[in-house]
């Protein structure tokens, strides 16, 4: 399958053990691109994810602070973020949000965070990754106000919303990204809305180390899983695995302005994202 993994944070340290070898089976799975989210599990590593992107064409870096680290943010943070929105293998913002389930960081908070990095995101002409847990109608309003006039777009990384929510987003030039909980028996409500959604709008993720799909629930989540990904959503959409993977794979690289040449992904010289 041709596939794209557009979320995963290949920098932490569940993969120290054998990092090259889950790099190498994302190849062999059909992963021909990849966007490496650097933010992590600590605000200091804001850039993690961009030495891997130079190491490896077919990998790319995003970068931003967690809404769990929103309460860390200062100066020298934006200014970093700046300086990384800069680099040529930094193609995305993120992954930037609100996430009212675990409240790591005040919600007057993480708001001003939030709309401080799509200021800067904004002023960089890149799109956003965002993360939103629990926090839907304050997501988007924030983005309604702060960002669709910019007309960049981006992602909603790992889905759990609702359908309604999934079109408010696409109406404001995102994509709607689904990871390894829609394949969960208890998430027929993410996989109506994979249903139901346009495949054009939809991407894959595997958000690894986290969330698993099955078979593999419980254990460490890796890139090459995220086929499981496509084919759950291929099932409720009868369609064949491979056309779900193309299509979002197509989705991900028109998006970003990528072309894929050979067995690699590479951006397009002189070429500019289409954003939609």
Not at 50 to 78: F, K, L, M, N, R
Not at 97 to 108: I, K, N, Q, T
Request: aromatic share 8%.
């Amino acid at each position: 399958m041709d596939l794209v993994d557009s979320h995963a944070h290949v920098d932490v340290s569940d993969f120290d053990a054998d990092r090259d070898a889950v790099l190498a089976r994302a190849q062999s799975a059909g992963i021909g691109a990849m966007l490496a989210i650097g933010n992590g599990p600590e605000i200091e590593k804001l850039g993690a994810a961009v030495a891997y992107a130079e190491q490896h064409d077919w990998i790319y870096a995003a970068a931003g602070i967690h809404p769990h680290e929103a309460q860390h943010a200062t100066d020298s943070h934006y200014d970093e973020l700046d300086r990384l929105a800069q680099h040529p293998r930094v193609i995305a913002w993120g992954e930037i949000g609100l996430d009212y389930h675990y409240d790591h960081s005040p919600r007057d908070v993480q708001a001003r965070v939030f709309r401080h990095q799509l200021e800067q995101a904004r002023s960089a002409q890149i799109p956003v990754v965002i993360h939103c847990r629990e926090a839907w109608p304050d997501c988007l309003k924030i983005l309604e106000q702060d960002w669709r006039s910019s007309e960049l777009g981006g992602i909603f990384h790992c889905f759990a919303g609702t359908i309604d929510e999934a079109r408010q987003g696409i109406e404001m030039g995102f994509l709607i990204s689904f990871a390894g909980n829609v394949t969960y028996p208890k998430s027929q409500n993410l996989r109506d809305a994979a249903r139901e959604l346009p495949l054009d709008r939809l991407l894959v993720e595997t958000d690894s180390p986290f969330l698993a799909p099955l078979p593999y629930r419980g254990k460490r989540n890796e890139p090459a899983y995220v086929a499981e990904v496509a084919r759950s959503i291929a099932n409720v959409r009868n369609l064949a695995a491979e056309e779900v993977a193309r299509s979002t794979s197509e989705n991900f690289r028109k998006f970003f302005g990528l072309a894929n040449s050979m067995n690699h992904d590479m951006k397009v010289p002189g070429g500019t994202p289409s954003h939609f």
